[in-house]
């Protein structure tokens, strides 16, 4: 037995691929005859499209054809409206496509699509997020659980605390921005379909395709075998494919269309601004007796996709009185979508913001306040958790960080012009698991070859894998080759909803545990195909749990507010983490650290302004929606309790793709209030922001 | 795709009489930015002419002691010279501020001079600019514009311009050499730059045709004290939200010479002659030095969103000025 294998921090399989250029992205497949496509978006944000003159784009040399909604081919009418493209001449947000140019180059596309003449009957928009606005609406459904959950008399409850914290948190549109844009190519041989595209789930890309151009899902071939990055963006199909599919099939030749950078934030999602109102009631001890998280955001009229920023609340603190709430506003802006820990993300940040108020009004340490409030089962629900260990990962965090040695009071510490302070948050991510299939195939040799659908879209997943297969099978790892990214593996589930290692892992560890019983029962020499064993997990894996099951952790974060400029940058972030057992420390700790920068950049620098006037967002490249760079994350560490849960899968494992943005914003956030004295309610804390307030406040 | 002719001229010479000979032709040097906007459509030249491998690649010292910046030097060697370092920390230090490692590899000393705005408007063919296209209107005045003027804008645009190399060749008198078919001209740096006026399509005087040669840094400003500080919403990577370049020398107490611009506050690098006419032969001081920024920044105009550049352009200000005076001697 290896007894290795299991969290060792093996190196990520194909690294050398990748960072020698030999690892090929969706766009990369040049496939004889392959033609370029380059959209045309809608340029008004409501209306009609009424006459498109492609005669000036078609007359340039090198053009193959421009797809308009009047000529492209029908598609069934799919469950996502998103992808409804160029199927009718309605434009329902600014950035729509409109029309598609192909041609032999890319250059000659983006020439063609520039050349399209559209003609619009333009109708008045209404892309101005308000809460107050009449049209918004409580949602039945947010994130796939009830957009109301209600335990007690909350408001009862709320007016007759001792101890009252009502405060507004405001989110921005922010969008995913993976480093590989969406992108596909797409090849038909008579009527077999063959895509290379960017997605974070080939098994849904292939019944999607096969429902909307009436093929057999045996038809369709998707290869998705590198995907740089996602972020939830790439998680259903988007346009992309759907676009290259029509053009391949309307030119004959193979098409790829990369989305400009610039397009991506109208069409490919974005995570949805949200105005959260949190009110907490406590008793002079601080103990909670009310939480009432009430969220307002916004969706397209294409579809109604809900930001579920209130949901982390049924899960965090003990309190007899409960509301968690949402209301949605559909206005006449790109649709939004998943983005990385859709909900928790934003709504952790709010909730444990307002947590950090409590424990100023009550001057208790936010630490202890948290620990304080700890629920013996999870509120909403009450159901006992299968493990929970956030008291320790906070008391850990605390012990690593320096915590005991703070000066609690806000403002207290100076180093020249720089207003210093430390913050605490706490984040959760629940634990999601879907059936999956894998078959494992043991050969003469003595290798062992593991195929499943997976998508590793830069996590480490054809890596973590392998490990899960040489446990099960007990052999040394680089006896195991991992087989993803092909559609004409065994289904899988998506890599989304950190549940991808978890719902794969368990497939993988079946088969493999299947195929160790018939070696062991086998003698003599092994057939020359080997012998395959073949797993599905319906059933088992989304059997439903008497646990409530999530993923903790403790973000802990010190920053240097400067008051020349109001520039606030953080100089050390730490998180510590509770998910079961991490599978492979090298790139779990690489999912965590991405992570917590993501919410670096979620507190600090990242935001998208919805021009109301246009219906689009102001910072469509890289140049004007900043991530952060290097030089904003100067010390990040992220560490984790081994936990031992039996009741989550064979590998004990919680995702972990998610929590490492849970909190990171509030920490960074109840920081700048520890170093200024100031409360700030809205993101990003950019200069301009923060400066005005010192200014008028200090 | 958008054919263009290509030419790569042997000399100066060659390179303007080449624009002459053909209609929409475009200078390219390092591409850094002109690349981007063929790509946006934004710029479609029929002619790129090629000057990147003219012979204007070096740093040279004039018997006046003033230094002569080629136009073709790139930004990173620029802001290593150590003669630039040493005499001109300013320029070394807003090169330094801007953009990114790869760019200031590839970006030239004349074509950061002629960046465009990075305004979200301008850069969509999709919405109205009248930089871009005039009469169509500006989308920034009532739309998103955080990060545009404060100072010199116009009914007609609210663009700021970009450089952060700009701003403190502004505050060190720097000349731009220009050669054109009518022979060869200098013109300060601060005159170089238009405000958008009824023409925001104009960002300087540049005449049709003239190629930037280089850049002069005169010997007036070498070894006096001087210092970029810029303010962005990251710590790399960012265009500024504001910036300032000061040039300050003090002599017994009082200033004997100063040169004040401001970077990302108007269309044009903002040379600060209000604070200047201010602070030449007064005391050097923080009440001095915050009465003259108050009288150049109560020009200020703000628009909806971007009343916050006016504290903070006022905070770099002050911040500089403070650091780059000498501590008042202390009486014996």
Request: charge should be negative; proline fraction near 8%; include cysteine.
């Amino acid at each position: 037995m290896t007894g290795t294998n299991l969290g060792a921090p093996a190196e990520r399989r194909e690294g050398r691929q990748k960072v020698t250029g030999a690892a090929r992205y969706a766009a990369e497949y040049t496939l004889p005859g392959r033609a370029h496509a380059w959209p045309v978006p809608a340029a008004v944000p409501r209306g009609r499209v009424t006459a498109v003159d492609t005669s000036a784009a078609l007359a340039l040399p090198g053009v193959l054809a421009v797809l308009t909604p009047g000529d492209a081919p029908r598609l069934a009418e799919p469950e996502d409206g998103t992808l409804a493209v160029l199927q009718d001449p309605d434009v329902p947000h600014r950035g729509w496509c409109v029309a598609l140019a192909v041609a032999e180059t890319l250059e000659t596309a983006r020439a063609a699509a520039r050349a399209v003449r559209v003609t619009y009957d333009r109708k008045p928009h209404h892309a101005d997020f308000t809460e107050a606005d009449p049209d918004a609406y409580e949602p039945d459904e947010a994130g796939g659980q009830a957009g109301r959950v209600e335990r007690g008399d909350p408001e009862a409850a709320y007016a007759a605390a001792g101890v009252r914290v009502d405060v507004t948190y405001r989110v921005p549109p922010l969008h995913n921005h993976p480093m590989e844009p969406h992108a596909s190519t797409a090849h038909w041989d008579g009527d077999r379909l063959t895509v290379y595209t960017s997605s974070q789930g080939g098994t849904a890309v292939r019944s999607v395709l096969a429902q909307l151009f009436g093929l057999d899902e045996e038809g369709i071939t998707v290869v998705a075998e590198h995907v740089g990055g996602g972020f939830g963006s790439k998680g259903t199909p988007r346009p992309d494919v759907v676009l290259a599919a029509m053009a391949a099939r309307h030119t004959g030749r193979p098409v790829t269309l990369a989305l400009p950078r610039r397009y991506l934030p109208d069409v490919v999602g974005h995570r949805a601004p949200t105005v959260q109102r949190l009110r907490l009631g406590a008793d002079p001890d601080g103990r909670l007796t009310a939480l009432l998280h009430e969220v307002t955001t916004h969706t397209s009229r294409v579809k109604e996709f809900v930001e579920y920023a209130a949901v982390p609340s049924r899960v965090m603190y003990a309190t007899p009185a409960l509301r968690s709430a949402h209301r949605v506003l559909p206005l006449d802006v790109p649709s939004p979508s998943w983005m990385r820990a859709p909900g928790e993300a934003p709504g952790m940040y709010a909730l444990e913001s307002a947590v950090d108020e409590l424990a100023g009004v009550l001057g208790t340490d936010p630490v202890e306040l948290r620990i304080r409030n700890e629920p013996d089962r999870e509120p909403a629900s009450g159901k006992p958790f299968s493990s929970r260990h956030l008291a320790e990962c906070l008391r850990e965090g605390a012990r690593r960080f320096g915590w005991a040695e703070r000066d609690p009071r806000p403002g207290a510490r100076r180093e020249g012009p720089f207003l210093l302070g430390t913050g605490v948050a706490a984040a959760t991510y629940p634990v999601q698991v879907a059936p999956s299939t894998a078959s494992a195939q043991a050969l003469p040799d003595g290798t062992f070859t593991v195929r499943i659908n997976a998508a590793d879209i830069g996590t480490g997943a054809r890596t973590v894998l392998a490990q899960v297969a040489a446990d099960a099978l007990g052999v040394p790892l680089d006896r195991v080759r991992t087989e993803v990214g092909r559609s004409d593996l065994p289904p899988a589930p998506l890599a989304g909803g950190s549940m991808g290692t978890a719902s794969w892992g368990w497939a993988v560890h079946e088969a493999c545990a299947e195929l160790a019983c018939r070696l062991a029962g086998h003698t003599g020499p092994l057939p020359v195909e080997g012998i395959e064993v073949r797993a599905d997990t319906a059933g088992k894996a989304d059997a439903d749990s008497p646990y409530a099951r999530h993923a903790f952790g403790a973000q802990f974060a010190e920053v240097a507010v400067d008051t020349v400029t109001g520039e606030t940058r953080v100089r050390r972030l730490l998180g510590v983490f509770a998910a079961g057992h991490i599978l492979n420390a090298r790139t779990a700790r690489s999912q965590f650290t991405g992570a917590m920068t993501m919410g670096l950049g979620m507190a600090l620098t990242e935001h998208s302004t919805l021009d109301a006037v246009f219906g689009d967002f102001a910072e469509p490249d890289l140049a004007a929606y900043h991530v952060p760079a290097h030089a904003d994350v100067p010390d990040i560490e992220a560490d984790w309790l081994d936990e031992d849960d039996p009741h989550l899968n064979p590998m004990g494992s919680k995702g972990i793709g998610e929590i490492g943005i849970v909190g990171t914003a509030a920490a960074v956030g109840n920081a700048v209030h520890h170093a200024t004295g100031i409360r700030f309610r809205e993101l990003p804390l950019t200069p301009d922001r923060v400066l005005t307030a010192l200014l008028s406040e200090g | 795709m958008n054919g263009f002719a290509y030419l790569r001229p042997g000399s100066v010479q060659e390179a303007v009489e080449a624009f002459a000979g053909h209609p929409g032709a475009h200078y390219l040097a390092g591409g850094t930015n002109l690349v981007d906007l063929m790509k946006l459509g934004v710029t479609r030249p029929a002619t790129l002419i090629d000057v990147g491998r003219l012979p204007l690649g070096t740093v040279e010292e004039l018997p006046d002691g003033s230094l002569r910046v080629g136009a073709t030097v790139r930004n990173s060697d620029l802001a290593a010279d150590p003669r630039v370092r040493d005499r001109y920390p300013v320029l070394s230090q807003a090169l330094l501020a801007g953009a990114s490692g790869q760019l200031r590899n590839a970006a030239t000393t004349g074509g950061n001079l002629l960046q465009r705005t990075r305004c979200p408007y301008f850069q969509d063919l999709g919405k109205p600019c009248n930089k871009r296209e005039p009469g169509t209107g500006c989308g920034a005045r009532q739309g998103v514009h955080r990060d545009h003027a404060v100072l010199g804008h116009s009914e007609h645009c609210v663009a700021t311009h970009p450089s952060d190399m700009a701003v403190a060749l502004a505050a060190l008198d720097a000349q731009v050499e220009l050669y054109g078919t009518d022979g060869a001209r200098r013109v300060p740096v601060d005159d170089f730059y238009r405000l958008p006026g009824e023409h925001p399509e104009r960002d300087t005087w540049i005449r049709p045709g003239e190629l930037i040669t280089g850049v002069l840094l005169p010997a007036a400003t070498a070894g006096v004290p001087s210092a970029y500080r810029k303010a962005r919403d990251r710590a790399s990577y960012a265009f500024a939200l504001a910036s300032v370049a000061v040039v300050l020398r003090v002599a017994d107490g009082v200033v004997d010479q100063v040169g004040i611009a401001f970077g990302a506050l108007a269309h044009r690098p903002w040379r600060a002659r209000h604070a200047e006419l201010a602070l030449l032969g007064a005391p050097a001081g923080p009440a001095a030095f915050e009465g003259a920024v108050a009288l150049e920044l109560a020009h200020a105009e703000p628009l909806r969103d971007n009343a916050y550049k006016v504290p903070l352009a006022r905070n770099l200000a002050l911040d500089v000025l403070n650091r780059l005076a000498p501590a008042p001697a202390t009486a014996a």
